[in-house]
């Protein structure tokens, strides 16, 4: 039995192929006569690749091989969870998984009792550092801007490897 993707894909080879002259069921070309290569149907076959493109359903869980893993570049230096989750995302096959959003990387770590949160004097809840998060690799720097001051949880060379030897358990992880 093929999942949706696959047969997706299938549909896609077949009229690739013959949108190229070419006979999807032999691999021999199309004599030049035949009424497939009209340039009318030769735009029909695009446009119906296109469509398939976008009709691929959205996976609904996060997977990353561990080779994948093992792709994910780690700074020397301290790094926001939006880079990090960016990162991530470059080796993450968006036909099996869904990607990683630095919400979810702080809101499973959060769960982990990694880090924590709290209420700004402006009511909203922000990220902050508990005393175990420096052993994990996870600190709280001061960033100054143009226009505005603020502290940032930040991973450190430490984190962003605990992050990827974890992803699984972060992204999927049910308190």
């Known amino acids: 039995m093929y999942t949706e993707n696959e047969l997706i894909t ?6 690739e192929k013959l949108s190229k002259g070419v006979n999807p069921l032999t691999g021999e070309s199309i004599d030049s006569n035949n009424f497939i290569l009209d ?6 076959f695009k446009f119906v690749i296109e469509r398939l493109d976008n009709a691929r359903p959205a996976p609904n869980e996060f997977n990353i091989t561990d080779q994948q893993k093992q ?18 995302n470059q080796f993450i096959d968006t036909d099996v998984s869904k990607k990683v959003s630095s919400a979810r ?7 982990m009792g990694v880090l924590g949160d709290k209420i700004s004097s402006k009511g909203g809840r922000i990220t902050i550092t508990t005393p175990q998060s420096e ?4 600190i709280t720097i001061h960033v100054t ?9 930040v991973a450190t060379k430490k984190g962003q490897q605990y992050i990827i030897d974890n992803l699984e358990k972060i992204i999927n992880y049910e308190s």
């Open 10 to 15: 299938k549909a896609q080879l077949v009229l």
């Open 39 to 44: 340039p009318k149907l030769q735009r029909c």
């Open 71 to 88: 792709q994910i570049d780690i700074t020397e230096e301290t790094i926001g969870f939006s880079k990090f989750a960016s990162k991530v």
């Open 105 to 111: 990387l702080l809101s499973g770590l959060k769960k």
């Open 135 to 138: 052993d994990y690799g996870f």
């Open 145 to 153: 801007q143009e226009t505005r001051e603020y502290d940032q949880v």
